[in-house]
């Protein structure tokens, strides 16, 4: 039986569609996971890390951003913590679709709105200086069909 | 990724396999701005070996997409897988692109 829990970390020096993909891919296979599911999940940690990275801190160090994802009651749960500028995801701002797209000066915002449409539950806390996200989406054979 | 760029019926074609992660996009939108401005007002994206994409991605699509309204050109995308697709629904920008099933219904289409 796989490991029903994967953690690693990343720093926002490296390529980190590089570091985590893989593992995501590695984790979705053990646990035969729909293709469709390991999309939404590389996708959410692809625009939430690359959020963090553009835009969460106010220096040039080196920051960890330390990844977790689980498995549990067919549920996958990803733990994101870093140490970046306060973010929360739910005062992050919509994308301007009431402005038709040819007029549309800024087209940002669409990352967060596709993560908050891929998984089914989000909780975000500020503890100790960090970001604590947790994404949670429930696996199933009829929401994600296995050629899906 | 990797890209292969075509002409057909006056259309160019730029089929993308792989990942459109941040370095194949990066190298998208740089072959995008140069088909752009070498005067292109037809854009069809072949994306039926298409595995990934992210908000990067679909905003290089929106890019031309601008740039062609403003000289009445086209863009149009043809063989999005359909996890894919649904990336394109979610955003909105399913209305905003024709999406074709197969190249050739996009070519006679478009």
């Known amino acids: ?148 | 990724m990797a890209m292969t760029e075509s002409k057909e019926k006056g259309i160019i074609i730029l089929a993308v396999d792989g990942n459109l992660d941040a370095d194949g996009t990066l190298a998208m939108e740089e072959k995008v701005l140069a088909l752009l401005e070498g005067g292109a007002t037809q854009l069809l994206f072949d994306f039926s070996g298409l595995d990934y994409i992210n908000s990067s991605g679909l905003r290089v699509l929106v890019l031309s997409y601008q740039r062609l309204k403003k000289v009445s050109g086209k863009v149009a995308i043809c063989g999005v897988k359909d996890y894919i697709q649904e990336v394109f629904e979610v955003s909105g920008y399913d209305k905003i692109f024709s999406l074709y099933a197969e190249r050739a219904d996009a070519l006679s289409g478009m």
């Open chain 1, 1 to 148: 039986m796989a490991d029903n829990s994967v953690s690693f970390r990343m720093t926002n020096k490296q390529n980190c569609f590089k570091c985590f993909q893989p593992k995501v891919e590695e984790f979705g296979a053990a646990h035969d996971l729909p293709t469709k599911a390991i999309f939404h999940l590389t996708l959410s940690l692809d625009e939430l890390v690359t959020n963090i990275i553009s835009y969460g801190y106010a220096d040039y160090d080196e920051h960890p951003i330390d990844v977790t994802i689980s498995l549990s009651d067919d549920v996958i749960t990803i733990r994101i913590e870093d140490d970046s500028e306060p973010f929360n995801i739910f005062e992050a701002p919509e994308p301007t679709f009431d402005v038709p797209l040819e007029d549309r000066e800024s087209l940002g915002g669409m990352g967060i709105h596709l993560v908050k449409n891929m998984v089914d539950e989000i909780d975000y806390k500020r503890e100790d200086g960090k970001n604590i996200l947790l994404l949670k989406k429930k696996i199933c054979e009829k929401c994600c069909p296995a050629d899906g």
